[in-house]
């Protein structure tokens, strides 16, 4: 472990996190490796990355250390460690005394990035509530979660709730069979295009095809009800979470998703928030994700201001290429590059050095009342 004076020179200024992607169950990765800037991108299993992460991954058919999924940052002497770490050395100064009251040293959000790869798809799942959570997996989280689309292939396609009302019934009667055919011909079927943005509250079945790169904010979970395991490195069982059938399919709806929900509440139009010398920042999801999680864009012509007190975030450039500028100098940043800023940074500027505009991704804690 680095000393305590190492680790304050390090938060001084955006802090640089590293590479951490792992394998997955279901095969894809070439448009994140792309994304990310990584040689010879292809399809090979490693199809997701934890960005910014103090949670544990659990990857069926996987090898599963403790440490797995958790965020890491490079030292300046080429050592790697986790981010958690920093976060328990300096609780203060990176998460802030409020967060780190209700939280511990952990971020209490979870960002991730992933692809899913020609000839595959993520399996029609939901996911339970906090209220759900609570009760039956131990848990003060469930998973609400937002999808920012980065990239896509020819054909990409999601499903997203039900066309009409279904019964429990019948929908463990084509579960059992792993019809999934028929799941999806009863659901709204999207073709996610890039910038594209999606809130999706707990509850609502969902399952994303092949061809869709997404960066994806998210309580600090990974509570999955897999309705489909024929194929998958998971029993029938492991897929409930472990919970009898009948608790697991409590935490999903079987309710009409009405097209205009859908439409103008899941499917998001970006707000803006505030202009600043030609650029723009958007609020990405509705006011109540603030108890799970906050999301903007920053669209930037020239420069934009990131004021020192709005906590702790993470960013992400999604296009182009500029500077972090500020008392700690100049930190280029690019696309595909992700940097923890500390709740103790000072007001900085986010510049544009390149041709096109820039756009970078800010993914903040939940708002504590």
Same mark, same amino acid.
């Given at each position: 472990m680095?000393?305590? @004076? #190492?680790?304050?020179?390090?938060?001084?200024? %955006? #802090?640089?996190?590293?590479?951490n992607t792992y394998l997955h169950f279901y095969n894809g990765g070439k448009l994140r490796a792309e994304f990310l800037g990584e040689p010879d991108p292809k399809d090979d299993f490693r199809a997701e990355e934890w960005i910014f992460s103090t949670n544990r991954a659990i990857t069926p058919g996987r090898e599963n250390p403790p440490d797995k999924g958790f965020s890491r940052v490079q030292l300046p002497d080429g050592s790697i460690i986790l981010l958690k770490e920093i976060l328990e050395a300096l609780p203060n100064e990176t998460l802030g005394a409020k967060h780190y009251a209700k939280f511990g040293a952990s971020l209490g959000v979870l960002l991730k990035i992933f692809d899913v790869g020609d000839d595959a798809h993520i399996p029609v799942h939901w996911h339970p509530s906090p209220e759900f959570a609570q009760k039956y997996l131990n848990s003060p989280n469930g998973k609400n979660e937002a999808w920012i689309v980065v990239g896509t292939r020819p054909g990409a396609k999601a499903w997203i709730g039900w066309k009409n009302d279904i019964t429990?019934? $019948?929908?463990?009667? *084509?579960? =059992?069979? $792993? @019809?999934? =055919?028929?799941?999806?011909?009863?659901m709204h079927e999207i073709q996610p295009q890039k910038r594209d943005v999606i809130?999706?509250?707990?509850?609502?079945?969902?399952?994303? +095809?092949? +061809?869709?790169?997404i960066l994806e904010p998210q309580e600090p979970t990974d509570w999955n009800i897999l309705a =489909? *395991?024929?194929g998958y490195p998971y029993s029938r069982e492991e897929a409930s979470l472990g919970l009898d059938w009948d608790i697991a399919l409590d935490a999903a709806r079987? @309710?009409?998703? %009405?097209? @205009?929900?859908?439409?103008n509440y899941v499917m998001r139009t970006p707000q803006i928030a505030r202009r600043e010398n030609g650029s723009i920042e958007e609020h990405l999801v509705p006011p109540e994700a603030r108890q799970y999680f906050w999301v903007t864009r920053l669209l930037v012509k020239d420069k934009i201001s990131m004021p020192g007190n709005q906590g702790f975030y993470c960013m992400v450039t999604t296009e182009g290429k500029g500077v972090l500028r +500020?008392?700690? +100098?100049e930190v280029p940043i690019a696309k595909g590059k992700s940097f923890f800023i500390p709740t103790s940074l000072p007001g900085f500027d986010v510049v544009n050095t390149g041709r096109e505009t820039l756009e970078v991704v800010c993914c903040y804690p939940p708002v504590i009342e």
């Open positions: 680095a000393s305590t @004076d #190492v680790l304050r020179k390090l938060i001084s200024a %955006p #802090v640089a996190l590293a590479p429990k019934e $019948q929908f463990r009667e *084509w579960m =059992e069979a $792993q @019809d999934v =055919e028929t799941i999806r011909a009863h809130f999706l509250r707990d509850s609502f079945v969902h399952s994303i +095809g092949s +061809g869709v790169c =489909e *395991w024929k079987f @309710d009409a998703m %009405p097209l @205009d929900y859908l439409n +500020g008392p700690f +100098g």
